[in-house]
């Protein structure tokens, strides 16, 4: 995962940060960083975000943590990506999510004991 805070831009309604050059991102590509942010009391906290570019040349920016059961979604093999590089999965227990809507298409797999 790459490091990297550059800095807050601009601030009103939406805060905006610079993380990378625009082509460090390839095409149906994401890469993760690791942020910093002060919580309410004060203290200095990580925030771990993923950004995608789609093949369109948008970029779409999320907090790096399932909402299953907070797991890096590139936790195990690295992989933010479906195979077919469509659909972002979680590696821990596979939920996906469209990379422009954020919906989950599938949650959680169940594991069952035989
Ligand atoms: S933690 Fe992501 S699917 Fe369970």
């Given at each position: ?79 933010f990506f479906s195979p077919d590089r469509?659909?972002?999965r979680c590696g821990r227990h596979g ?10 298409i599938r949650w959680a797999l169940q594991?069952?004991?035989?």
């Amino acid at each position: 995962m790459s490091e990297g805070i550059i800095g807050n831009l601009l601030s009103d309604q939406i805060e905006v940060f610079a993380v990378c050059p625009a082509d460090a991102i390839e095409r149906t590509g994401a890469k993760g960083f690791s942020l910093s942010r002060i919580d309410a009391s004060g203290e200095c906290r990580p925030l771990l975000i993923i950004v995608v570019r789609t093949f369109g040349n948008d970029y779409f920016g999320y907090v790096n943590r399932c909402p299953h059961d907070s797991a890096w979604l590139n936790i195990g093999s690295g992989e933010f990506f479906s195979p077919d590089r469509s659909i972002l999965r979680c590696g821990r227990h596979g939920a996906r999510f469209e990379v422009d809507t954020r919906v989950c298409i599938r949650w959680a797999l169940q594991r069952t004991s035989a």
